[in-house]
């Protein structure tokens, strides 16, 4: 049997020798920022890549970060603060479960697309917002949901959890952040293997956006000192831009 999102996307998927080429680009280049700054793949790569081909968001994007967020994690586990992670990781489930609930109730191409760009939308937002909530189990759970809706559903769920690790100390809140989201994507693909979202087809193209993801991320190793934060507004211009194109393209086809 099919899957809903073989369904919705049957013209798309299998993506076309263009489609590939911009996703290398695409994927290249997120990773680079990604690398450089810390942040922004998933605010670069995934309202780009919907653009070019929704059939590469949100499941294949979702599992990019899942494998790149496991990797930082592994490799910082030591400096990993296991009960802020432990509540973060228990809002990403509920907001997962949230997600998958949306994601089911979507019939067409033409309202995934709406509901794609209004969770980018949102991610710019959250990502403009300069102000820091304070870190608690409340702030913890409430900001994984909300990380967990997004990201389930777009693959961006950074912002909202930015908003409490903001001002905290690096060395424990990135390997943090990465145990998080790591947990967090593995439940979210969990979920919407569960839907029927995630099959095959997904995980293949994960698999193709591996090589320029790597690339990328050895480039902006090399490149940090000319890319820098400088480079945000440029980011969050281009995600806001993308997410309007999307949803003006969703609703008005």
Known sequence: MDSPQQLIFESLYVPSVISLVLMCVIVFFASIVQASLGMGYGLTA??????VDPAFVPV??????????SMGAWSERANIIWPEARHAVL???????????????????????VVFGLGVGAAVVLSVFNFTLAKSPLSLTSMGAVSGLMGTITGVGAPPL???YQGSYAGNARPTLAA????????????????????????????MMLPPMMAGTVAGR??????????????LTTSAIAA?????????G
């Open 46 to 51: 995934a309202p780009l890549l919907a653009l």
């Open 60 to 69: 294949a994007t979702l599992l990019v970060g899942l494998i790149t967020s």
């Open 91 to 113: 809002g990403r489930l509920l907001g997962a479960l949230v997600a998958a609930w949306v994601l089911s109730s979507i019939v067409d191409k033409g309202a995934f697309m």
């Open 162 to 164: 930015a908003l409490v």
């Open 180 to 207: 998080i989201f790591a947990i967090g994507c593995l439940c979210s693909a969990v979920i919407l293997a569960t839907i029927g979202w995630l099959g095959i087809a997904e995980i293949a193209l994960c698999v």
């Open 222 to 235: 090399l490149s940090r000192k000319v890319v820098d934060r400088r480079y945000r507004l440029a980011l």
């Open 244 to 252: 309007v194109v999307l949803v003006l393209k969703g609703w008005f």
